[in-house]
């Protein structure tokens, strides 16, 4: 188990950017941010494993090189850096934590893309 906190979601017109932050308690090696719209499955957004001192990221399709995944290990804190926000991109976005033995969830963060 693992606390988790989101913050920086908000509202935003298209085309802009926000950077979401998630603060874990303690660190874990695979972190990651899904979003879930109204209506849809949850989906993956961007995930990334640390190893070493070797980050490993992977995204989703839509991302299409506009969000980019990092993480402060010495802040247990992961961050997602969205640029050129759409309004399909509106949902709750929850940061994850995954172990082998447990699959954590923050309560989430509002992200409101505006047309």
């Known amino acids: 188990q693992v606390q988790l906190v989101e913050s920086g979601g908000g509202l935003v017109q298209a085309g802009g950017s926000l950077r979401l932050s998630c603060a874990a308690s303690?660190?874990?090696?695979?972190m990651g941010w899904y979003r879930q719209a109204p209506g849809k499955q949850r989906e993956l957004v961007a995930q990334?494993?640390?190893?070493?001192?070797?980050?490993?990221?992977r995204y989703g399709d839509f991302v299409k090189g506009r969000f980019t995944i990092s993480r402060d290990n010495a802040k247990n804190t992961v961050y997602l850096q969205m640029n050129s926000l759409k309004s399909e991109d509106t949902a709750v976005y929850y940061c994850?934590?995954?172990?082998?033995?447990?699959?954590?969830w923050g309560q989430g963060t509002q992200v409101t893309v505006s047309s």
């Open positions: 990334i494993t640390s190893s070493g001192s070797t980050n490993y990221a």
């Open positions: 994850n934590a995954r172990t082998n033995w447990f699959n954590s």
């Open positions: 303690r660190n874990i090696a695979t």
